[in-house]
């Protein structure tokens, strides 16, 4: 079964308003979980890590503000895309170690249509 | 530079027959790990596969292995007895070094279609 899950799997939403993905481990805590974008056809690019108890750290060219993060809690991180427009589009999911970091587990991932 | 090359964008293999879809990586950390997902088209990350960069042997689980060559700097990836549901996107990734986290840099994958 599912070890770490996100949620919604698919959402649409309208340009302007904000979506919120959500993403937690199920059986094991998880002070650190990442989020990454994936286009069509293309690779997973890391977007941001983020911390439980402490600010999400973003990779370069990611808009901070466009995409909230926030580590509630050990075991859930959230993504929000805020003044969704269409080129936010896209595959979004999260991933979280287990351990040592040895295993890291992914979420089913969220498509994202902003219409 | 890409730190992990995946020169195979789409491979075919026969139902039953083994497979290996390459992977090479550059890192000048010498602790790294690289791992192996598998992602079909519904989209799910798949965890296959995990090679620590200090482990001695190839890392196997089940019908996947892991070619680990550390002086080519390669990671290939070894299916046996291949059947249809292996059919996917297949990525590598590394992780560098504990300063970086757990976080992935990923290949650009390599589409497997397994043939009846």
């Known amino acids: 079964g599912a070890v770490v899950s996100q949620h919604p799997s698919w959402v649409i939403c309208k340009s302007g308003t904000s979506v919120k993905i959500e993403c937690r481990s199920l059986d094991f805590q998880a002070t650190t979980m990442f989020w990454y974008r994936q286009f069509p056809k293309q690779s997973l690019m890391l977007m941001a890590t983020?911390?439980?108890?402490?600010?999400?750290?973003?990779e370069q060219g990611v808009e901070k503000d466009k995409f909230l993060i926030n580590h509630a809690s050990l075991t859930l991180s959230t993504l929000t895309v805020t003044s969704a427009h269409p080129e936010d589009s896209s595959f979004y999911i999260c991933s979280a170690p287990r351990g040592a970091g040895n295993t890291i587990y992914f979420g089913e991932g969220s498509w994202l249509t902003v219409v | 530079a890409q730190k992990i090359t995946q020169t195979q964008p789409g491979m075919f293999v026969q139902e039953k027959e083994a497979v290996t879809l390459d992977c090479t990586y550059d890192t000048s950390d010498p602790s790294y790990g690289l791992f192996w997902y598998k992602q079909p088209s519904s989209g799910e990350m798949i965890f296959l596969i995990y090679?620590?960069?200090?482990?001695?042997q190839n890392a196997t689980e089940g019908r996947y292995s892991l070619n680990f060559q550390k002086a080519r700097k390669s990671a290939n990836l070894v299916i046996s007895a291949s059947q249809l549901g292996d059919s996917a996107m297949y990525f590598c990734a590394m992780r560098e070094g504990r300063e970086y986290g757990n976080k992935l840099v990923f290949g650009a994958g390599t589409i497997l279609r397994v043939k009846s």
């Open positions: 090679q620590g960069s200090y482990d001695q």
């Open positions: 983020s911390n439980e108890g402490s600010k999400a750290t973003y």
